[in-house]
């Protein structure tokens, strides 16, 4: 009995993994196999970043958006399929789409919410983040690659073949140089506020300094990064200020950084914002970029919005088919002025969060999430995204979402022909690294 049961185990395994090679043989990408839908009763989908993806984390959200949500508005029986991971860019997130859209068995098993909320950017942002320290005229490219990206991400999910409703959230400001407490390791405590008025037990204490640990580390990391990045840039002011025969202002270099001055004293503002941005690493360039960004983000889903154009599907001796886009579905949801200082903000630097708000220099704690949760249950309820209609028929299948949640097969072929995004990191020109030389040596002026 022991030797039979022993045997058909093992044939249960070996049944297993033939149907799972078979599955992957066939396309089946393992992360478009989506457990946490569901169609009876799952309201919206929410992509985004570690922003999304750590409010039901220790240290930061803790608890989850239904029930953040169901504290806003007990009435709404919430859930939501969040696939917001943390370090995603906006190609990560069209990645995920397009591969769950590639063929007939992942578009089966991918299924998602009529209403989808998106908040995405701040890590496109960070991946720049070399080259807008060095070089801040940067910022405007970086600008239009983001909202370019994000337009894509947009404009897939209104593709007549997946008829999502999108909501875009914007981006939040993060902890950064403030006028008026100065640089941040002079104004922030890290996880300085817990889901509690007690005193924390010596479990928490070990779990707090765990987390500091590790967002130490990381920082660590990046910074490395950086360092070796643009190490192969001042090699280049080397060589040409050995060419021009003024080695002498590499050691004045120094100096100059140490002193915050100018080397000709017609540039302070760049070397203020290199200073600022060398002693509140990460986040203060991060905080102004997405500042900038905010007026892009809202003009692009307006754009967005008003958009009915066709596209024609065509393939070699078939006839071709167009396929109509719908004006309307796209809505945005500003965030980064509810997240100010509102004091930094009243002396010209709008870019300064709330250190209250948040765990780290750039995620929030509970209580940001607690008010986030806030103005997105308002526009939920705004756009009536608080209930699901009642069934419908897709071949034969009752749904209460379009397709029951899946996209539907391309007229032609098995390939939805989505734009593309472009590369997340912006590439100084030629005219840029003229510009860091002068900057840095006043041989310029």
């Not at 915050?260 to 941005?277: A, V």
């Not at 979402?401 to 734009?419: F, M, Y």
């Amino acid at each position: 009995m022991i030797e039979f049961s022993r045997y058909n185990a093992f044939l249960f395994l070996a049944f297993v993994f033939v149907c799972s090679s078979s599955l992957i043989a066939q396309g089946l990408d393992p992360d478009c196999n989506r457990t946490n839908f569901d169609p009876e009763r799952t309201l919206v989908t929410f992509y985004g970043d570690s922003l999304g993806d750590y409010i039901d984390q220790e240290g930061y959200g803790y608890f989850g958006w239904e029930t953040y949500l169901t504290i806003q508005n007990p009435q709404i029986n919430w859930k939501i399929q969040n696939l917001a991971a943390g370090g995603w860019t906006t190609r990560d997130v069209y990645n995920l789409i397009s591969h769950c859209s590639r063929n007939e068995i992942n578009r089966n098993a991918y299924k998602t919410a009529d209403n989808v909320a998106i908040e995405i950017g701040g890590n496109d942002y960070r991946d720049n983040l070399a080259l807008l320290m060095w070089m801040p005229w940067k910022l405007g490219a970086v600008d239009q690659r983001v909202t370019y990206n994000t337009r894509v991400l947009v404009r897939m999910l209104r593709n007549p073949l997946r008829r999502k409703n999108v909501l875009l959230m914007g981006n939040f400001p993060a902890i950064a140089k403030s006028p008026t407490l100065g640089n941040y390791t002079d104004y922030f405590v890290y996880f300085k506020y817990w889901p509690t008025g007690q005193l924390m037990n010596a479990a928490e204490v070990i779990k707090n300094e765990k987390i500091k640990e590790q967002w130490n580390e990381a920082v660590k990391d990046l910074m490395q990064t950086l360092v070796y990045n643009f190490d192969q840039a001042f090699k280049l002011i080397r060589d040409a200020l050995i060419f021009d025969g003024t080695v002498q202002s590499m050691s004045d270099m120094k100096s100059y950084f140490d002193g915050n001055i100018s080397p000709t004293g017609q540039d302070e503002w760049y070397w203020r914002w290199l200073q600022d941005s060398l002693k509140n690493p990460i986040s203060h360039v991060i905080s102004i970029g997405l500042l900038i960004h905010q007026p892009s983000l809202e003009a692009m889903v307006n754009e967005e919005n008003a958009y009915n154009n066709i596209y024609t599907y065509t393939e070699e001796n078939k006839t071709p088919v167009t396929i109509s886009y719908t004006a309307g579905g796209v809505r945005f949801l500003p965030l980064y002025t509810y997240f100010l200082r509102q004091t930094d903000a009243f002396y010209g630097h709008p870019y300064v969060a709330n250190p209250n708000l948040y765990s780290d220099l750039v995620h929030l704690n509970h209580v940001g999430y607690y008010l986030w949760s806030y103005h997105v249950e308002k526009k939920f309820s705004e756009m009536g995204w608080t209930s699901l209609p009642e069934p419908t028929d897709y071949n034969g299948q009752a749904c209460r979402h379009w397709n029951c949640g899946r996209t539907e097969k391309p007229p032609l072929g098995s390939v939805i022909q989505d734009p593309t995004p472009a590369d997340v990191v912006v590439q100084p020109e030629p005219i840029d690294w003229a510009l860091l030389f002068c900057f840095l040596t006043g041989k310029c002026w």
